[in-house]
């Protein structure tokens, strides 16, 4: 097979814009945070096969359209004909281009892109952008008449799974897919296993129909970062002794498992999943990044010192994993399964790109989970719902026994739902201290869902806080966006994790700021500000340095808060994150004063006078090698406060802790509370009817479901009063708490 690269020199247009083309280059997106168009688009372009491949070589050839992805429908119509449909914004689909299609030595393409809300196409819901457009690329691929079937879920034909036995062998499973111009049996599939070095450690022959098994004695584990050993498994297609299509893929051997009580193993060793979650949108591009921006990222990735990525919330570029592999992380890979409907369409898609999604990307080492559901329960916990995540859970464990399948519910989802008992292993996205109760909370919540689910691996797929760089305070409160407050959430929240070895890891929400098209707070539109670094990837925000000083072996010292420079103080503290045992720090001709790590990765200097106007504090410290490592840092005493510093408006401070759980006498297993979800006080005729009384609109739009009923009360107030409505918060929890469950 050999494939060319049509991704220049496309034109361009909407129907709002009829007329109007622009050329384009691939990849492409429409999507502008002052004009969230979400509608159609055609992509045309002329091709001429004569010039792509000389020689009329095409002539005797199958020929195929690739496209890497397509957000989030796209209908193919090659000289005005149909050739295919495909449903599912970040899989790779390839269509036959039909010979009798082909004019001369060329075609006319277009390419139909809809990203239209609707309710089959997941995602159908989600806190990030569905952007639009032609955002990875577009190939053609040009085959022999019998050839591996390109057809087969957007793969190249040849599926790849690796396992590890009990004495530490390697195993292949190879499944061929092959279309064959020749009668079958004379058709063969030639196997051959190479080491990083291009030597063959073993080979097979098979009839290109069956599935092949090798054993290889000998292998070398792929071992996340400790080791990243991997093997190269060629496929050659071979008719009347000629190979007529070959593909390679990159493997690797380990062996994966989970224990509630214990956490992750990766081949035999304990292994806590030091994790970040990331989208694949970046500024200036959005969701049209380039290997350079994945690259980037991921050079990121590597000096915060992660071991782990989710992959959120739906497939990635093979790019990204092929990046997994090279270096060593663990993956959480998973679909954009975020809301479900009754509709059998929204399941079909839901199982199509499950299957687009593993058995695409089944021979990456560094995938060791699949994710069918993130936050399905925020819509609904009912009984159609666990049927359909149970049947993607069969068709996972089917294509791909020895993987870890997973989920990612919210918070208001209690242990007894079905939806903690559906996967191998469950997620939660909590969030307290920022959306509901305190940051303290997440060592109570743990523990009590440990307990009751024993037998469940656990840990935490999402938690974090938005924060903008040039938002500060003395006094960091919850709201404010400030980077203090982001820096004393991670700082207080993350050991609860490591200190907990039922836990199998964590995965901070998230690496980046993403977009977010319909998001307007913290005085920035149109993103989600929990990134570590900014959407741009200039900046690292302080918390991104209190992770690298808990992860990363690189020797390094930061001084925080370097951006809030103007203090209306005559004391400061300093604040320095670093994985050194002990640093100095000298200041306005004084010093030097000697500070220990405090276990956390961090230094703290407190009570330092402040001068007027403008003063330099240096740290230092010394590697156990002996190399000096040095930052300054220059803070200014001014006579008021700067006010460019604070949000206004951003009601920081204003308490989302969960007093309610403190009243005296009152157990909440047994009572209502504005605690519980939506759904189950809705079902509740008292229930209804205090909600009724408290908060009619918003009764009003639960009932036609337009708020996701799988909320929790209080989240739904907290955006209420957002946006200004006045709740009498203590009044209706008073009230729901007299009803019993």
């Known amino acids: 097979m050999k494939k060319i690269c049509i991704s220049s020199n496309w034109n361009f247009s909407t129907p709002e814009e009829s007329g109007k083309e622009q050329t384009v280059d691939l990849p492409h997106t429409w999507y502008l945070d002052e004009k969230q168009y979400r509608g159609q688009a055609v992509y045309r372009k002329h091709i001429i096969l004569d010039a792509l491949c000389p020689g009329n070589l095409w002539e005797s050839r199958t020929l195929f359209l690739e496209i890497e992805a397509a957000d989030h429908t796209v209908r193919a119509v090659v000289n005005g004909k149909e050739i295919g449909l495909h449903k599912g914004g970040y899989s790779t689909v390839h269509f036959e281009i039909p010979s009798d299609c082909v004019c001369g030595d060329g075609f ?214 092929d990046i997994c592999d090279r270096e060593g992380y663990v993956v959480w890979a998973e679909i954009p399964m975020l809301k479900m409907t009754e509709k059998k369409e929204t399941m079909d898609n839901a199982t199509q790109q499950l299957k687009e999604l593993i058995l695409q990307n089944i021979h990456h080492p560094s995938i060791c989970f699949w994710g069918i559901q993130n936050e399905i329960g925020m819509f609904r916990d009912a009984p159609y719902i666990h049927r359909n995540v149970s049947e993607l859970y069969e068709i996972a464990k089917k294509l791909d026994p020895d993987r870890i399948v997973t989920c990612a519910n919210l918070y208001p989802m209690k242990s007894k739902s079905m939806l903690n008992r559906l996967t191998d292993m469950v997620g939660y996205n909590i969030y307290f201290g920022w959306y509901y109760g305190k940051m303290q909370d ?35 409160m919850v709201k404010d966006y400030s980077e203090e407050f982001q820096s004393l959430f991670h700082e207080t929240v993350y050991p609860m994790f490591e200190q907990r070895n039922y836990l199998w890891g964590s995965f901070v929400w998230n690496m980046f700021d993403f977009s977010s098209s319909r998001r307007d707070e913290g005085g920035q539109k149109y993103r989600n500000t929990k990134g570590l670094v900014t959407y741009d990837r200039k900046t690292r925000k302080d918390a991104f340095y209190y992770y690298k000083a808990r992860w990363s072996e690189e020797p390094f010292l930061h001084i925080c808060e370097q951006r809030f420079v103007k203090r209306a103080s005559d004391r400061i503290k300093v604040r320095v994150y670093t994985n050194l045992k002990k640093v100095e720090l000298r200041f306005s001709g004084q010093g030097p004063v000697l500070g220990e790590n405090d276990g956390n990765g961090t230094v703290l200097f407190e009570n330092l006078p402040l001068e007027k106007g403008k003063n330099l504090f240096t740290v230092t410290g010394y590697t156990e090698g002996g190399t000096l490592l040095k930052e300054q840092a220059v803070f200014e005493r001014t006579e008021t406060p700067e006010p460019s510093y604070v949000l206004p408006d951003s009601h920081a401070g204003e308490t989302v802790q969960n007093w309610f759980l403190e009243e005296e006498g009152v157990d909440l297993d047994q009572y209502f509370s504005v605690q519980d979800r939506a759904e189950d006080l809705m079902e509740n005729e008292e229930c209804r009817r205090i909600l009724g009384k408290y908060l009619p609109e918003v009764t009003e739009l639960l009932e036609k479901e337009i708020i996701p009923l799988g909320l929790s009360l209080n989240s739904i107030i907290s955006h209420s009063k957002k946006e200004g409505q006045s709740i009498d918060v203590r009044a209706l929890n008073g009230e729901l708490m007299r009803v019993a469950k």
């Open 108 to 321: 006319d393409l277009e390419l139909h892109v809809d990203n239209r809300a609707g309710d089959e196409v997941s995602p159908l819901a989600g806190d990030f952008t569905v952007f639009g457009g032609l955002y990875r690329g577009v190939n053609l691929l040009l085959a022999e008449k019998t050839h591996f079937d390109y057809l087969y879920y957007g793969t190249d034909g040849v599926i790849v799974h690796t396992s590890v036995d009990e004495e530490g062998q390697g195993i292949l499973k190879i499944e061929p897919h092959v279309v064959c111009a020749e009668p079958e049996n004379s058709v063969t599939v030639r196997y051959t296993v190479l080491d990083q070095e291009g030597n063959v450690v073993s080979s097979e022959t098979g009839n290109g129909q069956e599935t092949v098994s090798m054993r290889l004695k000998e292998i070398q584990l792929w071992n996340g970062k400790e080791d990243l050993c991997l093997y190269t498994v060629r496929a050659e297609l071979i008719c009347e002794n000629m190979c007529v299509d070959r593909v390679e893929k990159t493997v690797g051997f380990r062996a994966i498992h989970l224990d509630s009580r214990e956490g992750f193993y990766l081949n035999g060793e304990h292994l806590f999943l030091r994790g970040v979650a990331k989208h694949q949108d970046s500024a200036g591009c959005f969701s049209a990044v380039t290997e350079r921006e994945i690259d980037r990222d991921f050079e990121l990735v590597c000096e915060i010192g992660a071991n782990a990525v989710r992959l959120s919330h739906y497939q990635h570029s093979q790019h990204t994993y």
């Open 442 to 476: 997440y060592g109570t919540f743990l523990d009590r869902m440990h307990q009751e689910l024993p037998q469940v691996p656990l840990g935490i797929s999402e938690y974090g806080v938005d924060a903008q760089t040039w938002l500060h305070s003395e006094t960091p």
